[in-house]
């Protein structure tokens, strides 16, 4: 069964400061993967997802994220964080070899990213 | 295009009562996804719906009910409300069975006392 780890439950860093949230997944089969944003009383929105192909994604507002898969990783980064960052970050997962009949997404527990001025 | 929408926004229910919540998705998609995120904690797959039939369900007990219609919208419908169901309750969107990518609405906050 598949399974998501967030490495870091919280994560402070000033502004301008580069970033990195932790994800790693374990899974016998390959995954689609995803990180979400959840702002504060809002739902999720999607930063980036990998599917197949390059290892190296770019999202939106400026973020990144690597899939590793010897390391089965798919850490999350961004060179210059701003104070509007601030918010919950989701790593996901999705059963991605077609042996699934569904696209259901198991997440991490979270990242809670505050950027300090 | 419009997105995924939910309502209502809040809801406070009484344990035992019954709740339904209403998902319009985003225009283009065919598949209905429904998550429940409990404070704190990140989202659990409820069930999804494809082309109005359930195509995979979640560790949630039978009281915990669906419904797609032929214009893609969903309800979630929750039985004999218990305490431990206070939570957000996300919907989402995709096209396909298998989603490459689901479009998440704003989610109902759902309080059960």
């Known amino acids: 069964a598949q399974s998501v780890t967030q490495l870091d439950s919280q994560v402070p860093v000033f502004e301008e400061a580069p970033v990195e949230l932790r994800c790693n997944y374990s899974?016998?089969?390959?995954?689609?993967l995803f990180w979400y944003v959840q702002y504060p009383n809002q739902g999720l929105q999607l930063l980036l997802k990998?599917?197949?192909?390059?290892?190296l994604v770019k999202g939106i507002n400026g973020f990144e994220a690597e899939f590793n898969k010897s390391q089965t990783s798919f850490h999350l980064r961004k060179p210059s964080v701003h104070i509007s960052d601030t918010a919950e970050y989701f790593c996901?997962?999705?059963?991605?070899?077609?042996?699934?009949?569904?696209?259901?997404?198991?997440f991490g527990q979270g990242t809670t990213l505050q950027v300090k001025p | 295009e419009t997105g995924v929408t939910q309502s209502p926004t809040h809801l406070i229910k009484t344990r035992g009562q019954q709740v339904t919540l209403r998902c319009s998705s985003q225009?283009?998609?065919?598949?209905v996804s429904w998550y429940q995120q409990a404070l704190g904690q990140g989202p659990q797959f409820i069930f999804q719906?494809?082309?109005?039939?359930?195509?995979g369900r979640g560790n949630f007990p039978p009281r915990f009910s669906g419904l797609q219609f032929p214009n893609y919208s969903s309800e979630l419908n929750v039985n004999a409300l218990e305490l431990d169901d206070s939570a957000l309750y996300l919907c989402?969107?995709?096209?396909?069975?298998?989603?490459?990518?689901?479009?998440f609405g704003s989610g109902t906050r759902l309080t059960v006392v």
């Open positions: 989402a969107s995709s096209w396909g069975q298998v989603g490459y990518g689901y479009t």
């Open positions: 899974s016998s089969v390959s995954v689609y």
């Open positions: 990998y599917l197949s192909g390059s290892t």
């Open positions: 996901a997962v999705s059963v991605g070899d077609g042996s699934s009949n569904t696209g259901k997404l198991i």
């Open positions: 225009s283009g998609h065919n598949t």
């Open positions: 719906y494809y082309r109005e039939e359930e195509n």
